[in-house]
């Protein structure tokens, strides 16, 4: 089957009951046949559902759907985007360890690198996504993971997969994708060659703002290697969440359609707006890797980011403007929502680090929802006309 049919058609097996769609599994724990068997599974020896925060019948069925549309050999299901992240790191690297990875990350990811991982002796070397000649040069002997967001958060700058998964093969560190934006409908890192890809499944996955998720998918050892982590620090999925976000999973490709569609128009209508100064979006011509973007991404995303002209007074103005679309940290959500990444979901970096990645006081980040594409132009439109001194 295609991927659209196995998005519908992949799910924990059927009970006794019959049932068309999957059940929940609302339980903590499940039972033994006997007592040879309960040894058996905690040996390994035999598989099988024994805790949920090991796995669960919902935990498996949403992992095995992404693990598919990837193109992975395993996976594994978090409390949340920010726990997968965690995890994929924390549970692979030791102390003395060195991480490099692109300047251009989401403010929870850089606090991680910051202010977190350096207390257990891991460090990072940031290097900028539109210099990769200096990349090879931040690499160490002790160099064990890169990691980076394709496209970022907020500033949609795109980092070459196919060249980095080349120079992989070189110096043999783990390649670790965030591809939260791109989702796997629009991009699949693993064919490039990276080792682990993680998603806030919040955010795109999810679709429509219920509940939190996280998953890690790539190779079988390292998911070996993190199922161990995992199993003792607890960051588990709850059923409810990943029964909610795989029923979502079954529609991604048709709302991706759309949130495309609907950004490439804000996009080029917001660079004709002369109260705007800059607007990134990666299938727009005047992006500055909208090659890259055309030959590694099926489309351009749902996100867009544009610099309104009056700096942080007038960006203020302009979010308050706004009649129907929402302001909101999330993103990926049917319904479209502002951010300004400076005042809150980047607000920790210093000024100086939110220009390094493109965030200014007059940024604002678009996460185009499936509206229909007249009333979010009219919205957008009237805000900036109206928020004029």
Known sequence: MKEQSKLIRTQAPRSSNREHSVPLYLTSS????????????????????????????NTSEFIEKVRDFEGAEAGLAFSSGMAAVFASIAGLLRSGDHIVAFRSIFGSTHQLFTQLLPRWGITTTYVDASKPEDFEAALRPETKMVFLETPSNPGLELVDLEWLGNLKKKHNFILNVDNCFATPYLQK??????????????????????????VVVGRKDLM?????????????????NAWTISKSLETLA??????????LKVAETLEQHPEVEVVRYPFLPSHPQYELAKRQMKQG?????????????????????????????NLGDTRSIATHPASTTHSKLSDAERAQIGIFPGSIRISVGLEDIDDILTDLTEALNNSIN
């Open 301 to 329: 995303g749902g996100i867009v980011t544009f610099i309104v002209k009056g700096g942080f007074e007038r960006a203020k103005r302009f979010m308050d403007a706004l009649q129907m679309i929402m302001l909101s940290p």
């Open 189 to 214: 890192p693993i064919q490039f060659g990276a080792d682990l890809v993680s998603h806030s499944a919040t955010k795109y996955m999810d679709g429509q703002g219920r509940v939190l998720g996280g």
């Open 30 to 57: 499940f039972v033994f046949d006997d007592a040879e068997h309960g040894r058996a599974m905690f040996a390994d020896e035999v598989e099988g559902n024994i805790y949920s925060r090991y796995s669960n019948p």
């Open 254 to 263: 048709v709302r991706m359609d759309r949130h495309c569609s609907n950004a």
């Open 224 to 240: 070996k290697e993190l199922m161990f982590f995992i199993r003792h620090t607890g960051p588990a999925m709850s059923p409810f």
